[in-house]
């Protein structure tokens, strides 16, 4: 649980830093800048450690085909925003848990009962209703919720990408598994990017590449905690845990931006606290 809680902190500073990076330099540049800057550190320990997969080895197949899996979990998460609100696209993508803790419990054999199914279900619920501001719903509604169906692939693939991190992770160890699964993801981002060759805005301002490769950094220090977790616990804990990140986006709007909650975004903070009292009391 507590590589869960480490997880969703790094994560919801990220997403942050990556809304205030994102204004100034385009979502796309801050997605590309922020990968190769966390993959860098991050293959350079890999290798000293030695721990790598053997090129051509069936593994290694594998996990850079997980890392394409998340790749195109960001792909279709960017296109959600592209299309939709954020009060739509969040507490969709968010709930990613709903994916990876039927899949460990399946494939991996891991069981949620009493107390924790209890806390699990009701952390995943108040993660919903922390994202989604209610008030808007309505309005999207006569729209058609543009944006909702490349959001609930994002939600497919995301939880499908954190299962296969947890398992690979169990097997290899979280440092061989995160160094080559990113290795994979950025090889598939830079694949689409020249695919569909966009305009980037260049990263002319130092500060502003550095705040990127921040954003990059905090967030690969999520998926780290996020891995060795999984390989010392239970995916199914760690990952409903880490989806509680939303909470830090929801503070950071309240505290510096001067926004006010959703009546149903102050019910999901009581709610998580309480799912997460539940899933401690458990475990």
Avoid: H
């Avoid at 008030?135 to 499908?160: D, M, Q, S």
């Avoid at 931006?257 to 899933?279: D, M, S, T, Y």
């Amino acid at each position: 649980m507590i590589f869960g809680l480490g997880t969703a902190l790094a994560w919801g500073i990220a997403d942050v830093a990556a809304a205030v990076v994102g204004r100034r330099i385009g979502s796309l540049a801050t997605t590309v800048a922020s990968q190769v800057a966390a993959l860098i550190p991050l293959l350079a320990l890999g290798l000293a450690a030695g721990v790598l997969p053997s090129p051509g080895g069936a593994q290694l197949a594998a996990l850079l085909a997980s890392g394409a899996v998340g790749a195109g979990a960001y792909a279709l998460f960017y296109r959600a925003l592209e299309l939709g609100p954020v009060a739509l696209v969040s507490p969709v993508s968010a709930a990613y848990a709903a994916v990876t803790v039927p899949l460990a419990v399946v494939f991996l054999g891991e069981s949620l009962r009493g107390l924790a199914l209890a806390g699990a279900l009701l952390t995943m619920a108040g993660v919903v209703l922390i994202s989604a501001d209610l008030r808007r719903i309505p309005a999207e509604a006569t729209r058609g919720f543009p944006g909702l169906l490349p959001a609930l692939g994002c939600l497919v693939l995301f939880g499908v990408s954190a299962f296969l991190l947890g398992l690979f992770s169990k097997e290899l160890g979280w440092l061989s598994t995160v160094a080559t699964v990113r290795v994979g993801s950025v090889a598939s981002l830079l694949l689409l990017l020249a695919a569909r060759r966009p305009a980037l805005r260049p990263l002319r301002s130092p500060a502003w590449a550095a705040a990127a490769a921040g954003v990059g950094l905090a967030d690969i220090a999520g998926v780290i905690l996020f891995a060795w977790g999984m390989e010392v616990g239970l995916v199914s804990v760690v990952s409903v845990v880490s989806s509680t990140y939303t909470l830090i986006p929801v503070a950071a709007g309240i505290a510096f931006f001067g926004e006010r909650p959703a009546p149903n975004q102050a019910a999901g903070v009581a709610v998580v606290i309480a799912g997460l009292v539940l899933l401690g009391l458990a475990g």
